[in-house]
């Protein structure tokens, strides 16, 4: 540590003054919960929390990264045997193109074959120059909000979601609207009109299959909200389809049931890359859709304003990152892709699908069989289940002590839960934390109320481990009871 005797006190702004979502504190929480384990002799925690995918992820990014570098050592060679001159030095300068930034929004060919992604996914044709290549879903998010929003203006999101949502929110100093859901969080379009006419809303963000909650929108909700949104012409929209392709029921999108004349000059579109495509969350890319307009005899292209805010902010994607994105989109499309790419990536598809799946109807079975635990919704997609404790759960007093997981006593309870009653959600979470040995979320975290006890489960853990833990779970609340 430095001492210094200048009397100067950093002061931080006042935009940082927002508080920390409770899921990464419980995350900081977790770490030393496992070190009092380990200090004792247990086994790690079991973590039921965090939706990065524990699965294999998509060959085609090994593949893709071989030939990438099997062509610069190919041209590297070729330069070293060359004599000086302006052969060397042209190849030398085509190798450094490789290694240099990449347009703000993206290399062309990326761009392009999004566009053809799209045109898969959504059954239209985009230009390339509506597509963007970002940082993530969220980075994307964060842009498209900076760029068609001002300060304190409103924006609208089903309950419970994304907390990403909120924190962006703050930081631009936006408003955001929390429009209730059905009591089994599925979007309810009467309450989204009603909001619509009342709060001034600029942008509505609508995620699809929803994390937290695994809920996928039926044809009909789809259209009820569609028709909504005619009603309300001057609301940007914004299609969060980052789980897109992990849907286990009825896959249908918005653009499958709405006039794409009227929504394509209103609607941003995200897709995740790294998560759904790709199964490797730490690559951080998406891709976007932004619409066009005309002016004069001119086609402005909003994707060039959000080219300029990525510019000021993270400059550019990675040219190694969007060489991955390519190759896996060209293999998933198959456009011009060895076939030994194009059956890796179907291959692959098919067991991220499957696992997922019948991870999701393992576990969804699971619960229904617990005593003290019931479902809020059943998963539909996003690899997410929203769980909840039974009635009678929330209220219950805690005893000074009680018999853990592995059959040791958990001493002290109310001080390590931090309560002498079960009131909230995080109480049932901190509850769990010492006496099954499992973490979930809270849904207040995603902005549940507190009192309903509701929990997220990622199911991107082993089966064995999921179901472990529920059943863990089920019976510290068992436990419980049985000391009431």
């Given at each position: 540590m430095i001492n210094t005797n200048n009397s100067f006190k950093l002061k931080l702004a006042d935009i940082t003054n927002f508080e920390v979502n409770q899921i990464r504190q419980l995350f900081a929480k977790t770490a030393v919960v496992n070190q009092m384990r380990k200090d004792a002799g247990k086994v790690p925690l079991s973590s039921l929390a965090i939706g990065a995918p524990t699965l294999p992820s998509n060959p085609v990014i090994?593949?893709?990264?071989?030939?990438?570098?099997?062509?610069?050592?190919?041209?590297?060679?070729?330069?070293?045997?060359?004599?000086?001159?302006?052969?060397?030095?042209?190849?030398?300068?085509?190798?450094s193109r490789e290694d240099t930034y990449t347009p703000a929004i993206g290399i062309p060919e990326t761009r392009e074959l999004g566009a053809q992604l799209f045109n898969e996914y959504y059954h239209f044709e985009p230009s390339f120059r509506n597509m963007g290549i970002h940082y993530g879903s969220t980075h994307?998010?964060?842009?498209?909000?900076?760029?068609?929003?001002?300060?304190?203006?409103?924006?609208?999101?089903?309950?419970?979601?994304?907390?990403?949502?909120l924190t962006q929110a703050q930081l631009l100093h936006l408003n955001l609207i929390e429009i209730p859901s059905t009591d089994n969080c599925r979007p309810d379009a009467k309450a989204l009109d009603e909001y619509l006419e009342t709060h001034d809303i600029k942008l509505l963000i609508l995620n699809d299959p929803c994390n937290p909650t695994g809920v996928?929108?039926?044809?009909?909700?789809?259209?009820?909200?569609?028709?909504?949104?005619?009603?309300?012409?001057?609301?940007?929209?914004?299609?969060?389809?980052?789980?897109?392709?992990?849907?286990?029921t009825e896959k249908t999108l918005f653009f499958d049931v709405a006039n794409m004349e009227t929504f394509l000059s209103r609607t941003f579109v995200i897709v995740t890359f790294a998560k759904t495509l790709a199964g490797a969350p730490g690559l951080r890319g998406a891709i976007t859709y932004s619409p066009s307009y005309q002016q004069g005899d001119q086609t402005l292209y909003v994707a060039d304003t959000l080219s300029k805010l990525q510019l000021g902010s993270t400059l550019s994607?990675?040219?190694?990152?969007?060489?991955?994105?390519?190759?896996?989109?060209?293999?998933?499309?198959?456009?011009?892709?060895?076939?030994?790419?194009?059956?890796?990536?179907?291959?692959w598809e098919k067991l991220i699908f499957s696992t997922y799946q019948h991870t999701a109807e393992v576990v969804e079975a699971t619960v229904n069989d617990a005593e003290f635990l019931k479902l809020v919704v059943k998963p539909e997609g996003a690899f997410f289940c929203y769980i909840s404790v039974e009635d009678g759960i929330i209220g219950t007093s805690l005893p000074d002590s009680i018999e853990a997981e592995d059959g040791s006593l958990v001493e002290d309870l109310h001080n390590l839960v931090g309560t002498d009653v079960l009131a909230t959600?995080?109480?049932?979470?901190?509850?769990?934390?010492?006496?099954?040995?499992?973490?979930?979320?809270?849904?207040?975290?995603?902005?549940?109320?507190?009192?309903?006890?509701?929990?997220?489960?990622?199911?991107?853990?082993?089966?064995?481990?999921?179901?472990?833990?529920?059943?863990?779970?089920?019976?510290?609340?068992?436990?419980?009871?049985?000391?009431?």
């Amino acid at each position: 540590m430095i001492n210094t005797n200048n009397s100067f006190k950093l002061k931080l702004a006042d935009i940082t003054n927002f508080e920390v979502n409770q899921i990464r504190q419980l995350f900081a929480k977790t770490a030393v919960v496992n070190q009092m384990r380990k200090d004792a002799g247990k086994v790690p925690l079991s973590s039921l929390a965090i939706g990065a995918p524990t699965l294999p992820s998509n060959p085609v990014i090994d593949l893709t990264l071989q030939q990438y570098f099997k062509d610069r050592i190919n041209t590297r060679g070729t330069i070293d045997q060359m004599e000086e001159g302006l052969d060397k030095f042209q190849s030398m300068f085509a190798l450094s193109r490789e290694d240099t930034y990449t347009p703000a929004i993206g290399i062309p060919e990326t761009r392009e074959l999004g566009a053809q992604l799209f045109n898969e996914y959504y059954h239209f044709e985009p230009s390339f120059r509506n597509m963007g290549i970002h940082y993530g879903s969220t980075h994307a998010l964060y842009h498209i909000l900076m760029a068609t929003l001002n300060p304190g203006e409103n924006i609208g999101v089903f309950t419970p979601y994304f907390p990403a949502y909120l924190t962006q929110a703050q930081l631009l100093h936006l408003n955001l609207i929390e429009i209730p859901s059905t009591d089994n969080c599925r979007p309810d379009a009467k309450a989204l009109d009603e909001y619509l006419e009342t709060h001034d809303i600029k942008l509505l963000i609508l995620n699809d299959p929803c994390n937290p909650t695994g809920v996928k929108y039926t044809r009909q909700e789809l259209l009820d909200i569609a028709a909504v949104l005619e009603k309300h012409q001057d609301v940007i929209l914004v299609l969060d389809d980052t789980y897109t392709d992990l849907v286990w029921t009825e896959k249908t999108l918005f653009f499958d049931v709405a006039n794409m004349e009227t929504f394509l000059s209103r609607t941003f579109v995200i897709v995740t890359f790294a998560k759904t495509l790709a199964g490797a969350p730490g690559l951080r890319g998406a891709i976007t859709y932004s619409p066009s307009y005309q002016q004069g005899d001119q086609t402005l292209y909003v994707a060039d304003t959000l080219s300029k805010l990525q510019l000021g902010s993270t400059l550019s994607v990675s040219n190694m990152v969007q060489k991955v994105m390519a190759g896996i989109i060209k293999a998933k499309l198959n456009i011009d892709s060895p076939p030994e790419h194009v059956k890796a990536n179907a291959d692959w598809e098919k067991l991220i699908f499957s696992t997922y799946q019948h991870t999701a109807e393992v576990v969804e079975a699971t619960v229904n069989d617990a005593e003290f635990l019931k479902l809020v919704v059943k998963p539909e997609g996003a690899f997410f289940c929203y769980i909840s404790v039974e009635d009678g759960i929330i209220g219950t007093s805690l005893p000074d002590s009680i018999e853990a997981e592995d059959g040791s006593l958990v001493e002290d309870l109310h001080n390590l839960v931090g309560t002498d009653v079960l009131a909230t959600d995080l109480d049932v979470v901190n509850f769990f934390l010492y006496t099954a040995g499992v973490v979930v979320v809270p849904g207040s975290g995603f902005m549940s109320k507190p009192e309903e006890g509701r929990m997220r489960v990622a199911l991107t853990n082993d089966l064995e481990t999921s179901v472990d833990a529920i059943q863990r779970m089920d019976a510290a609340l068992g436990r419980l009871k049985a000391r009431s």
